[in-house]
């Protein structure tokens, strides 16, 4: 079946550590985003990219990076510069940037302790 | 730029009642209008989507109609499930079709 991966599903972090969290599409989707959802409180927007090798930054971006080496693969780091990195991170795709539905995966739930 | 304002939640139905969820947005040009259900952690699915003014969406027994006038895509359905229970986003996809904007979502319990 054709969806989005994302994992993992709970990740324990120590402040000042980086991680990476993983999405993988099969859909031959080209467009991909990161959303961050915290409690009560609707998606903001991290990065977006439309394109193999080509990305751009959302509404807030500050504290994470990503990259776009493959159609299918787009990992978000959260970094030691990310203040409040505990959320519920969902990556999506959809058929083109401008075009279609968002298809989600079904997040990653990161803690900081 | 682009927003979406929802009714804040949560609201708690009986089975069978009547569902409403309030939803306006702001947004220049003609854009796009979806609505995003969320279960207990899981992602978000579309429900359901309108792409133009007077479209009606729906979906499982879910409707909303893309009124321009009022600039509002309010979500209904007549007769909620216990299954129906979860978080319900409106979002909106603008001219520059670059991303979707969402609102804060809407959580509703349906209790037996």
């Known amino acids: 079946d054709g969806g989005i991966t994302q994992s993992p599903k709970y990740l324990f972090r120590k402040e000042g550590q980086n991680v990476t969290l993983s999405c993988e599409q099969n859909?031959?989707?080209?467009?991909m985003y990161w959303y961050r959802q915290d409690p009560g409180q609707g998606l903001r927007l991290i990065y977006y990219s439309q394109i193999v090798n080509d990305f751009q930054k959302g509404d807030i971006a500050e504290g994470y990076s990503v990259s776009r080496e493959k159609k299918e693969s787009f990992p978000l780091t959260v970094t030691s510069a990310q203040k409040n990195p505990t959320a519920f991170y969902l990556c999506?795709?959809?058929?083109?940037?401008?075009?279609?539905?968002?298809?989600f995966g079904e997040g990653s739930r990161l803690t900081v302790l | 730029g682009d927003s979406v304002t929802q009714m804040e939640g949560p609201v708690t139905l009986s089975e069978e009642a009547f569902l409403t969820i309030n939803c306006t947005y702001t947004a220049t040009g003609y854009p796009s209008l979806f609505w995003y259900v969320q279960y207990p952690g899981e992602g978000l699915q579309l429900l359901l989507k309108a792409t133009k003014a007077d479209d009606k969406g729906s979906n499982k027994g879910f409707e909303a109609t893309y009124r321009k006038e009022t600039t509002s895509f309010h979500l209904e359905k007549g007769s909620v499930q216990v299954s129906d229970s979860a978080v319900y986003f409106c979002?909106?996809?603008?001219?520059?079709?670059?991303?979707?904007?969402f609102g804060g979502g809407t959580r509703v319990l349906v209790k037996p």
């Open positions: 859909l031959n989707h080209d467009a």
């Open positions: 979002a909106l996809g603008g001219a520059a079709g670059n991303k979707l904007t």
């Open positions: 999506a795709s959809r058929l083109a940037l401008n075009t279609g539905e968002l298809f």
